[in-house]
């Protein structure tokens, strides 16, 4: 079966940096966009950055010029590199696989907690 499982979660100081890792397994990894999302407590699911399968990334306003996303198709894991972090951060951070062939795929999620 299809299975996400993220890594790479902590606690933080405001200004630190954390990278967080998906690895993907049980399918074809590069048939899939990946997606990291977040859930800050109270709050909804918020898109963070999504890549496509060829690499291209986009990513939410207030992450740009602070968080890359990138994958690794040999590793079949997709990364988030969160930089100058803010307490504004602090959420559950989720990955996601999508295909329109395959469907759609949600990993456990990963806590990240940055302190002021």
């Known amino acids: 079966q299809v299975q996400l499982v993220e890594s790479g979660g902590g606690s933080v100081q405001a200004g630190g940096s954390l990278r967080l890792s998906c690895v993907v397994s049980g399918t074809i990894f590069t048939l899939y966009a990946m997606t990291w999302y977040r859930q800050a407590p109270g709050k909804q699911r918020e898109l963070v950055a999504t890549i496509s399968s060829s690499g291209s990334t986009n990513y939410a306003d207030s992450m740009k010029g602070r968080f890359t996303c990138s994958r690794d198709n040999v590793k079949n894991t997709v990364y988030l590199q969160m930089n100058s972090l803010k307490p504004e951060d602090t959420a559950v951070y989720y990955c996601?696989?999508?295909?329109?062939?395959?469907?759609?795929?949600w990993g456990q999620g990963t806590q990240v907690t940055v302190s002021s």
């Open positions: 996601r696989a999508s295909s329109a062939l395959r469907g759609d795929y």
